[in-house]
């Protein structure tokens, strides 16, 4: 079991920079694919970006790509989201998760993820 810790949320201007932080303990996550999400509520939770084990390679939803960009610090146990150029639109619940299964941390199934964290709070207001 991997616990999940998210942090670096808060109140950022548009246009703004934010950078959200997913520590993880219990085990090293160095061996697993992680994923970020977002959720508003009423609203579905959605992937937003996801990375592989060893950070070589990422994916960045649509909705984001070109803002946001996700990397990894295997030997910190850490996963970073990295967000600029932020929107009202951007603000949500952020969460990572790890990937359950090898090769499908692109998905955005929620079933395809585990040992999600309790989120950081993201809002975007002037």
């Known amino acids: 079991q991997v616990q999940l810790v998210e942090s670096g949320g808060g109140l950022v201007q548009p246009g703004g920079s934010l950078r959200l932080s997913c520590v993880a303990a219990?085990?090293?996550?160095?061996?697993?694919?992680m994923a970020w999400f977002r959720q508003v509520p009423g609203k579905e939770r959605e992937i937003v970006a996801a990375?592989?084990?060893?950070?070589?390679?990422?994916y960045v939803a649509d909705s984001v790509k070109g803002r946001f960009t996700v990397n990894r610090d295997n030997a910190k146990s850490t996963v970073f989201l990295h967000m600029i150029m932020l929107e009202s639109e951007d603000t949500a619940v952020y969460y990572c998760?790890?990937?359950?299964?090898?090769?499908?941390?692109?998905?955005?199934?929620?079933?395809?993820?585990?040992?999600w964290g309790q989120g950081t709070q993201v809002t975007v207001s002037s």
């Open positions: 998760a790890r990937g359950r299964y090898w090769g499908t941390a692109w998905s955005g199934r929620r079933s395809d993820y585990t040992d």
């Open positions: 990375i592989d084990w060893n950070g070589l390679s990422a």
């Open positions: 219990g085990r090293t996550i160095s061996d697993y694919e």
